[in-house]
């Protein structure tokens, strides 16, 4: 089947050979097709390609919310990749489109409290650009919520980080894509996706707010951060919760240098990070919030055993009370035992 390479999705695999207009060959048969392909045809000013027939999944009427959901999702993802995709070609993207997948995810996010079981169903064991942006987007718009702002500032903040890693449609898919440790070249180009960011925005949207937020997502209230080692002081409100959901969402996801971890030693590593580099009122929302969501979870421990959180502990939030099979497991009191995974 003939597709419009903006309509490509991830896991199509190509069925011939692909030329550009001057015959060079750019990308091979049974290539299957990921977001570095799509970029690639976009570069070379590819617009149809040919790939093998989609397979319609089988929907289990068990999962009907589930797979609601994803789809909510999955439609979000598609329009972020046509930002970033337009974004790249023309410096530029059509603010509608974003607006048209925040307000329908929005709805659904309303509907939907239990922030841990939404956040283990929209894993993905290939998280790039495109899943991470909505992912933070979404986490954005919780923190807003626990935090007071109004229904307008919610999805404003909400937008905010659903943009924040925009600028990255101007660096390489090679560097961005790259496997191991960067050189200092290559660290210096990555962190100008915040300028690149920035200027994006403001040529796209008249949110000033949004731009702020893409060069400020990476500064620490202690000034360590960057493009501008700001402080506290100056760092946008927005910015303060954006960040706390894009480190949290970043520290979940695998990386080639850095394994994936669970949702609860990541909530304790940003817990820390509260005093001092993070927002420290955005973070307690954060673990306020997310806490009492994972009593009832089933989660494994760090000695491979299978349980259920019955109980968190007051005097220590991130030891809490797990059953495994008959018998209990108090992780305050047995300080060798962490919970090491948590599935929906």
């Known amino acids: 089947m003939k597709v ?72 979000a993802i598609e329009n972020y990749e046509s930002i970033f995709l337009e974004a790249l070609t023309k410096g530029s993207f059509t603010q509608s489109i974003v607006d048209d997948s925040l307000q329908s995810m929005l709805v659904s996010l309303d509907e939907h409290k239990d922030v841990v079981s939404l956040l283990l169903l929209f894993e993905r064991d290939d998280i790039d650009t495109y899943n991470h942006s ?34 990255k449609s101007q660096i390489s898919p090679a560097l961005l894509n790259k496997l191991g440790s960067l050189t200092a070249d290559e660290e210096e180009e990555m962190k100008r996706h915040t300028s690149y960011g920035y200027d994006i925005i403001r040529k796209s949207m008249s949110d000033e707010t949004s731009a702020l937020v893409a060069l400020q997502h990476h500064e620490f209230e202690d000034g360590t951060g960057y493009p501008k080692m700001l402080h506290k002081s100056d760092i946008h409100p927005y910015t303060q919760i954006v960040a706390v959901a894009n480190v949290y969402m970043g520290m979940t996801t695998a990386r080639a240098n850095q394994p994936k971890q669970g949702l609860v ?80």
């Open 4 to 75: 419009h390479v903006t309509d490509l999705k991830h896991g199509d695999c190509l069925t011939t050979d692909t030329f550009n207009s001057v015959g060079l060959h750019v990308l091979p048969k049974k290539t299957v097709v990921q977001a570095e392909e799509i970029t690639i045809l976009i570069r070379h000013k590819i617009e149809y390609v040919d790939i093998e027939p989609r397979s319609m999944p089988l929907m289990d009427e068990n999962t009907k919310l589930s797979q609601d959901l994803k789809d909510t999702f999955d439609y």
């Open 134 to 167: 909505l992912q933070v987007g979404l986490l954005s718009y919780y923190i807003a919520t626990w935090l007071g702002h109004s229904k307008e500032e919610r999805f404003e903040i909400s937008r905010a980080g659903y943009l924040h890693d925009i600028g």
């Open 265 to 344: 030693a990541v909530l304790r590593k940003v817990h820390e990070l509260g005093f001092g580099k993070l927002n420290g009122n955005a973070v307690q929302a954060l673990t306020a919030h997310l806490l009492p969501n994972f009593v009832g979870k089933n989660v494994q421990l760090s000695n491979g055993e299978l349980g259920t959180i019955i109980m968190n502990n007051p005097l220590d939030m991130f030891k809490p009370l797990v059953k495994v099979d008959e018998k209990f497991r108090d992780l305050s009191k047995e300080r060798n035992l962490s919970v090491e995974e948590v599935f929906i």
